[in-house]
């Protein structure tokens, strides 16, 4: 593990990759601003909050993290399941919101740093592809319907989608005009932007980064016009719900106060955050960084997590993860190291310091425009076809998650997730694919006697098996073996070939033993063949070797060609 991280960068630091790295740092900036406002408003914290929790953790994940081009802080999904845990924490304890979004930060930070230190980088392999992107897509559908009540200009309130929907039809009668005039023209006009806008300035002749570069300035483009509308035309006095009055400078450094009723309430989502925070870091941090052939290291992942989520919780912030869309922008604005991240840092910390009056009449339908669009891209449902089309399993995964997450909340979809994902990986080993194999003619080659044509024996079942052997699947083995000894009564001698089994737990080591004793009573000699060097060696410290009635070949040629010929009889006679 690299416990400092950023000491293989900052060695060769240069000018040039300071020119490359302050330039990504400015186009970040212009679009970090006013997405740390809206993903404040949709965790539930005061606006500067969002720009508090962009700034030190920022500066944490560069020193602690692995990956170049990472962007850190607030994102969707992690501010929707903030919102979730504190509300419901306040709700219970009568705590502080915000302080109990700050506790929220410590306690993820605990976490993500204990399993860093643990190297418990692999749990990210725990979550399929499938049931990750359920989530995300349903938690994006969330996220949108929550942030309509903004649009609208009316109260609502749900965590589900029977909630929320149950309880904007309830209020859609109260919709102010002015308010909807204002959601309706940010959300066309960045909708728009991000269709189109690249590709008319790429027509006009534009190039393709500048017109890139230009097209992520459009939510502060929108953020400047609706500012100027609702001062120009007294918007607030019309009903237009706006910010207000955002404290200007950065906060005080320190730890929220201990209160254990309130952890109590919070740790089970510290836990759900930081899972769900690492992977989606982690996948974002391995694709950019495979692309420029840089190496992101799991385990220290998490200490880089850890430390931006304790940064965060230092300078009054909220949970804080690596986000897609903002990590995209910094690797294709040309980031080439976290040093661009810093000075992202740098510019949040002025804009929180002398930027802040302006944001006074700012609308928060604009901040929910700037939300719905971006959370829009993170719902894919032709996945679920997709997923359907290729794998029944993988499908029922994505569409369980996607429909508990909708009915039973985001927390409620994390678990389902989590256990799924596991479910699938037993259900997918419990039975593994087990192939009778013959050798294909002139070669020294086996291959499954259903797909080829191959040379096989009367009394020789070669069995291939396609899967380490454990307690999920240590029962079907013996029934495979069983049904071949069952259904060929000329049987003598049953091979089973190992070259795909990496692991033999105890129970498949039980499996095995049991197996040699049912053939040896049946007078058939039981063989091992292709057994990998580390299996081999776990298997010489148990009692299976000793007590094999058969023999252990190197390779499945010569298991075949030595029992065809009686060379390598069995030891039931011994």
Not at 223 to 233: E, H, Q, V
Not at 489 to 508: G, R, T, Y
Request: aromatic residues 8%; charged residues 10%.
């Amino acid at each position: 593990m690299q416990w400092f991280p950023a000491a293989q960068w900052l060695r060769g630091y240069n000018r040039s990759l300071f020119t490359a790295d302050f330039i990504a740092a400015i186009i970040v900036t212009i679009m970090l601003i006013p997405q740390s406002l809206a993903y404040a408003m949709l965790a539930g914290v005061p606006p500067e909050v969002g720009l508090y929790a962009s700034v030190l953790p920022l500066v944490a994940y560069a020193l602690f993290g692995t990956s170049r081009t990472l962007s850190v802080g607030p994102v969707a999904v992690v501010s929707l399941m903030t919102a979730s845990a504190v509300s419901d924490a306040v709700a219970v304890t009568g705590a502080d919101y915000h302080q109990a979004a700050i506790l929220l930060a410590l306690l993820s930070a605990a976490m993500l740093i204990g399993m860093g230190l643990l190297r418990f980088g692999f749990l990210a392999n725990f979550l399929s592809h499938p049931v990750v992107s359920g989530f995300i897509s349903a938690s994006g559908i969330i996220i949108a319907l929550s942030q309509l009540k903004h649009v609208l200009g009316i109260s609502a309130h749900g965590e589900t989608l029977i909630e929320l929907g149950e309880s904007l039809l309830a209020h859609v009668a109260q919709t102010n005009g002015y308010t909807l005039g204002v959601g309706v023209f940010a959300l066309l006009f960045l909708a728009w932007c991000r269709t189109y806008l690249g590709v008319s300035l790429v027509r006009m002749g534009c190039s393709k980064d500048l017109a890139s570069t230009l097209t992520k300035t459009a939510p502060v483009i929108s953020i400047a016009a609706t500012i100027a509308l609702a001062y120009g035309f007294d918007l607030a006095d019309r009903g237009v719900a706006i910010v207000g009055a955002v404290p200007s400078g950065l906060p005080s450094l320190g730890l929220p106060a201990f209160d254990w009723r309130l952890i109590e309430q919070l740790w089970p989502s510290a836990l759900l955050i930081s899972i769900i925070g690492y992977v989606e870091s982690i996948s974002v941090g391995r694709t950019l960084g495979a692309k420029r052939r840089q190496r992101v290291h799991s385990d220290q992942e998490l200490i880089g997590l850890g430390s931006a989520n304790l940064a965060s919780a230092l300078s009054s912030g909220f949970p804080v993860t690596g986000g897609f869309s903002r990590s995209v922008v910094n690797f294709d604005a040309g980031a080439q190291t976290p040093a661009a991240s810093i000075m992202t840092a740098l510019g949040i910390a002025l804009a929180a310091m002398f930027l802040t009056p302006v944001l006074f009449y700012l609308p928060k339908a604009t901040l929910a425009a700037t939300i719905i669009v971006a959370v829009m891209s993170l719902v894919d449902l032709g996945l679920l076809k997709r997923a359907w089309s290729y794998s029944k399993s993988d499908g029922l995964a994505l569409a369980g998650t996607i429909v508990i997450t909708l009915l039973a909340g985001v927390e409620a979809g994390v678990v389902t997730g989590v256990a799924l994902s596991i479910f699938l990986h037993l259900y997918h080993t419990s039975k593994p694919h087990v192939a009778i194999v013959g050798e294909v003619p002139g070669t020294q080659h086996f291959r499954n006697v259903n797909r080829h044509k191959v040379i096989t024996a009367p009394t020789i079942c070669s069995i291939r098996i396609d899967e380490s052997l454990y307690f999920p699947n240590a029962a079907y083995l013996e029934d495979v073996v069983y049904a071949q000894v069952a259904k060929n009564p000329e049987l003598k001698h049953v091979v089973l070939m190992c070259s795909a089994v990496n692991v033999i737990d105890l129970s498949a080591l039980e499996a095995l033993e049991m197996i040699n004793e049912r053939l040896t009573e049946l007078g058939i000699g039981l063989h091992l063949s292709e057994v990998k060097g580390p299996v081999m060696d776990a298997l010489e410290r148990s009692h299976l070797l000793h007590a094999l009635n058969g023999h252990v070949y190197l390779s499945q040629h010569e298991a075949f060609t030595q029992l065809q010929s009686g060379a390598g009889a069995s030891r039931l006679g011994d």
